[in-house]
């Protein structure tokens, strides 16, 4: 048995996943709350406010040297370790934010009630669903209008592919919302909007009853009390058994309907998911699993961030802890560069404050100085013990530009500079089959990232570019090795490009032209994500 045991099997780490505006940050703001890392409600957000613009975003990155925005919080509730992960959304959503995911072993989903689920939900789902992690849905802002809830289970479970289990019930929603019932405890725990609603910094009263209890049509009227003692009927009749090991394998998600601005459901919520949840999940690798109770520390990298600042061009690298303990000042492998070394200014999030650390365990993320020579899916571990992590996939951008230097002369910088960003994972780079570098396709997941890309090349590598923006919005991987994509029967707007690698894909205006092309070359085999 590890002797970091204790520690260990005390961490839950988790990312949050929503559309922008479902309230990821204020749920996120509440679990702090909850654990004391934070005193007052409101502070996760003034962190929000400052990273609207672009330029503001620069600014700050200059400011700070290294950008602290998108990351990971850590606290402690009720003796367990909790480190959430942020995925970034808005205009900060990039490859980052699905590779975030990779590094969670968990996922709490967040939907608002009157949207039921949106994009950006559906795009970071599928990744969730790549490695069959658990993922806990809060249906979101039931203090206001909601959609019929049964209509929400449906559609989260025909949209995503995922069966339900409805945790609690709601009674009502809107000016009309009265509460949920428990369906585990079998009990109402009533909503009371108050004046505290305003600014939500303390839970509101829960008033609890049964289904038998004759003051209930008192307490929530009698409509509601039919309709609920219905729906209760209904549930436990024809829903889906509840199967914990269902849940831990991602294939059936307890749902939990709540207010996070008042924070109705937000307690009970955290409970019930860290008892569900798994602790750190054993990882894939070329040497088999590597079990996270292993004594040996490893970890693998799933994020890299440039500073932006033109003096110090270094950048931080972010691992996730898989097996063991790190110590400050350890000597560790890095496997990719076959290199001994120790990882300098190693730092951690906590809640607000960023702080170097002197020990961290499975399950925790570290970020690391870098001197340029890590890269997204590298792995740490002690020396002596080789072996790689399974890779990152590459997620597929949805935005394509062509990208050519001004001044021919500099040429080697612009190849120099956009290889670079690349290899950071910022943006990816491929070529017109058969073309050379002097122009080349660039591809992100978000937009952000083409003004990113300009202003770094300029700033870092002193090249001025040539954007022209690319009607694209689909990427396929050919997976047929012999294959020659010359021969492929394709619309007269798909185009076949490589990277540099030497993968071969397809880039389509639209869906239909990938349905076209499935059709008319028969065995073809397209993948959404790269390996
Ligand atoms: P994010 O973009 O997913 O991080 O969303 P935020 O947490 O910033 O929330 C978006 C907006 O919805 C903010 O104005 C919140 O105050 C509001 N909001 C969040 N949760 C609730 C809720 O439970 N009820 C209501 N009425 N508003 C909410």
Redesign the pocket.
Known sequence: MSKYVNEIEKRRTFAII????????????KFLLYGGAIAMAGA??GK?AARHAVSDWMEIEKQRGISVTSSVMQFHYEGYCINILDTP??QDFSEDTYRTLMAADSAVM?I?AAKGVEPQTRKLFKVCLLRDIPIFTFI?????EARNPYDLLDEIEYELGIKTYPMNWPIGCGKEFKGVYDRNKKEIIAFRANDE?AN?QRQVAAIEADLSDPNLAELIGEDHRQTLVDDVELLDGAGYEFDLEAVRHGRLSPVFF?????N?GVEPFLEDFLHMTTPPLPRKSDAGEIDPFDDDFSAFVFKIQANMNKAHRDRVAFMRICSGKFEKGMEVLHVQGDKRMKLSQPQQLMAQEREIVDEAYAGDIIGVFDPGIFSIGDTISVPGKKFRFEGIPTFAPEHFALVRQVDTMKRKQFIKGTSQIAQEGAIQIFQELGGGMEEVIVGVVGVLQFEVLEYRLKNEYNVDIHMERLPYEHIRWIENEDLDPKTLNLTSDTKRIQDLKGNRLLIFANSWSINWALEHNEGLKLAEFGR
């Open positions: 929503s559309h922008p505006d479902a309230g990821k940050t204020t749920l996120t703001e996760v957000k929000k959304g808005h967040v608002d979101n802002k039931m203090d206001r609603m939500g709540g207010s996070a601005l008042t109705f």
